[in-house]
């Protein structure tokens, strides 16, 4: 394998398809997946079992002092577990999506999992990595940024579709109410707000699948590797994991 080493970064708003595409893209280009929002998923539901107050970001810090977080990777996915119990399943509980903003939202508790992620990614050559401020703040130097949009009724309706093949009841309505407080919060908070990052392709996916928007990636990809060195196969000559030009 090439010892080439490269981080692709995916940022967008929920419900967009991140995860999905980030997993695909890193299949396709034999990375390892980073799912960041795990990360913030992993620290509410230490805190929601341990009965910590979600809006102290003092006591949440303590609680991650003495806290065992591992992350993984493992046949495609990442792994979560928590003081050695896995919770890849149990972070996407309603409950844990409803009060992740709060961690997301602390200013401290943020550089915290930034460093988190920094580490895993450096433990790889090749890393597909998807959240919110993935190419401004956590790897601004990063190969390739993506930045995926979609209206937020469509994302809406993914939910309910997704939430609806795995038997659960739900109101679009609803969905669509969340949706938008998360876009709120993701937007406004003072640290790693939602943003493109400078240098990143914004793909609309509103009428557009997944498979459709990593082909268009990989496309973007290789255009701009063979327009930066001809004759040069993706990935191109680097310098380390965070080295790289950005996408300009
Ligand atoms: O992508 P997700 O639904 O798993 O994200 C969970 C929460 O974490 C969501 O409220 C946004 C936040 N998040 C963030 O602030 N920064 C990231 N890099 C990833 C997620």
């Known amino acids: 394998m090439s010892q080439e080493r490269w981080i692709i970064t995916i940022d967008g708003p929920a419900g967009v398809g991140k995860s999905t595409v980030a997993r695909m893209l890193a299949q396709r280009l034999d990375a390892?997946?980073?799912?960041?929002?795990?990360?913030?998923?992993?620290?509410?539901?230490?805190?929601?079992?341990?009965?910590?107050?979600?809006?102290?970001?003092?006591?949440?810090?303590?609680?991650?002092?003495?806290?065992?977080?591992?992350?993984?990777?493992?046949?495609?996915?990442?792994?979560?577990?928590?003081?050695?119990?896995?919770?890849?399943?149990?972070?996407?509980?309603?409950?844990?999506?409803?009060?992740?903003?709060?961690?997301?939202?602390?200013?401290?508790?943020?550089?915290?999992?930034?460093?988190?992620?920094?580490?895993?990614?450096?433990r790889f050559d090749r890393v597909v990595t998807e959240g919110r401020d993935q190419g401004t703040v956590v790897f601004p130097d990063a190969r390739f940024k993506f930045f995926l949009k979609a209206d937020a009724a469509e994302r809406a309706r993914r939910r309910y579709d997704e939430l609806k093949a795995a038997g659960k009841e739900v109101d679009?309505?609803?969905?669509?109410?969340?949706?938008?407080?998360?876009?709120?919060?993701?937007?406004?908070?003072?640290?790693g707000p939602l943003r493109p990052a400078a240098g990143a392709v914004t793909i609309d996916t509103t009428d557009i699948d997944a498979a459709a928007v990593v082909d268009k990636m990989l496309a973007l990809i290789k255009t701009a590797s063979l327009k930066r060195a001809p004759n040069t196969p993706f990935p191109l000559r680097g310098t380390g994991p965070c080295q790289g030009e950005s996408n300009k």
């Not at 102290?56 to 495609?76: I, K, W, Y």
């Not at 999506?97 to 997301?104: C, G, P």
């Not at 679009?172 to 640290?191: G, T």
């Open 32 to 122: 390892v997946f980073l799912d960041t929002g795990a990360t913030y998923r992993a620290v509410t539901l230490a805190a929601l079992q341990k009965g910590i107050d979600l809006l102290d970001p003092q006591a949440v810090g303590r609680l991650m002092d003495n806290t065992d977080l591992q992350f993984s990777h493992a046949n495609g996915i990442m792994a979560v577990i928590v003081d050695g119990i896995d919770v890849t399943a149990a972070i996407r509980d309603p409950a844990v999506t409803e009060q992740v903003r709060h961690i997301a939202s602390a200013p401290p508790l943020r550089a915290r999992l930034v460093q988190l992620q920094r580490a895993f990614a450096a």
């Open 172 to 191: 679009l309505q609803v969905l669509l109410e969340q949706i938008k407080r998360r876009d709120e919060s993701d937007v406004n908070r003072s640290v």
